[in-house]
């Protein structure tokens, strides 16, 4: 299941450090806008703790990762959906993947030039979604056109698809996100036809700077504005240190756990918690297949049934579904092996109604 989450910001917030950071991949992190231009890509692993349990148990021989790709998309300025700055082809960008990581720079440093000559991480966010609801303000208004001329047949499917596009007209105007507005059933087979960039989920990236003014530690203003924007909108956020992140990447694990000591760096939070939220923001889960010779973790949305999840492995799965047999991974390192987990009623056959879940371990016959 390749997933994308798009990277964006306003210029030179740290947008490609922290890809640095994600991906461990070499790219220009020079300290002036636009650096960025062509999009860069990269696959992350998902952290796992249970992944490497799991294969510990079957002694297995490979072991292979839930992941997500990450794409960074260079900055955004204000005027963007005019093709200000080099808008039309970032926002193209922004486009093609399925949720938005923004960045916003909550630390001060006089040595790293801001493109508004000023730290207001709120105000930040008003321009970048100001600039993504223009942009899709002007493809509804066209859409709209069409819709129009189609409805004068009688079609039942284009009236229903003008009254979306008219809901979401009114409410891009009044500054909403397409994602907050509320469609009915019959609505919701058109929304995606419609390449709205308001209605990918958004994951808010607070990046802050070790060593410079952090408006989080000395709880400012701006930064309890932020926050109540955040709980008033039910936004999912994380505050990472892109810089201390690219670092330890750069490190061995006992210089990292000496480094993190030093810096006072938690592991709860950082890059593995920034890619946790992407997945919770995907609406993904993760189930296993483990064995020795192969240990995987595979990427389903959230309420699939067992046949939906066997997709992931192959159409196969889905097609000529019969059962599966699971169990959810804890109850199986509990009793020690498949045999003791029957025995026990742990490890339960499941038809085609059965809904999997985060944690099982999942043997399907077809």
């Known amino acids: ?16 450090t922290l890809f640095k950071a994600l991906t461990k991949k070499q790219v220009d992190c020079a300290n002036y806008p636009f650096c960025t231009i062509d999009p860069n890509v990269g ?22 990762p839930a992941t997500i790709e990450f794409v ?19 926002l193209s960008h ?11 720079r909550i630390f001060e440093d006089p040595n790293i030039i801001h493109v508004e000559s000023r730290i207001n991480p709120l105000s930040d966010i008003e321009v970048i ?21 189609n409805t004068r047949t009688g079609n039942k499917d284009a009236i229903l698809e003008l009254g979306a596009l008219t809901k979401i007209q009114d409410a891009l105007k009044k500054g909403i996100l397409a994602s907050s507005i509320e469609f009915s059933e019959a609505e919701k087979p058109f929304i995606k036809s419609f390449g709205l960039l308001t209605i990918k989920p958004i994951l808010y990236v607070l990046n802050k700077k070790s060593g410079a003014v952090n408006l989080d530690e000395i709880n ?6 932020l926050i109540e924007f955040f709980e008033k909108n039910g936004n999912i956020w994380t505050t990472v240190d892109a810089k201390i992140e690219q670092e330890l990447n750069e490190l061995s694990e006992e210089e990292k756990i000496e480094y993190k000591k030093e810096l006072g760096v938690k592991d709860d939070g950082g890059i593995n918690q920034l890619i946790h939220k992407g997945y919770e923001l995907l609406g993904l889960i993760t189930y296993f297949t483990t064995g020795e010779t192969e240990t995987r973790a595979w990427t389903i949305p959230k309420n ?10 192959h159409s196969d799965f ?8 699971v169990i959810f991974w804890q109850d199986l390192l509990n009793t020690g092996s498949f045999a003791a987990a029957r025995d026990k009623g742990l490890l339960r056959t499941e038809g085609k109604e059965y809904i999997v879940k985060d944690g099982d371990v999942m043997e399907f016959k077809v």
């Open 72 to 90: 960074d998309i260079a900055g955004l300025v204000k005027g963007a959906s005019q093709g200000e700055g080099l808008g039309n082809k970032f």
């Open 304 to 313: 699939s049934a067992a046949p939906r999840a066997g997709r992931a492995i």
């Open 94 to 104: 922004i486009r093609e993947t399925d949720a938005i990581a923004e960045v916003v």
């Open 318 to 325: 889905e097609e000529k579904f019969i059962r599966a047999e």
């Open 1 to 16: 299941m390749a997933l994308q989450i798009g990277i964006v910001g306003l210029p030179n917030v740290g947008k490609s």
């Open 43 to 64: 696959v992350v692993a998902v952290p796992d703790e249970r992944l490497q349990k799991l294969a510990d148990f079957s002694k297995t021989k490979k072991i292979v």
């Open 220 to 225: 400012d203003e701006r930064y309890v504005k």
């Open 129 to 149: 979604n100001t600039e993504l609801i223009l942009a899709d303000l002007d493809s509804v208004t066209k859409q709209i056109e069409r819709a129009q001329r």
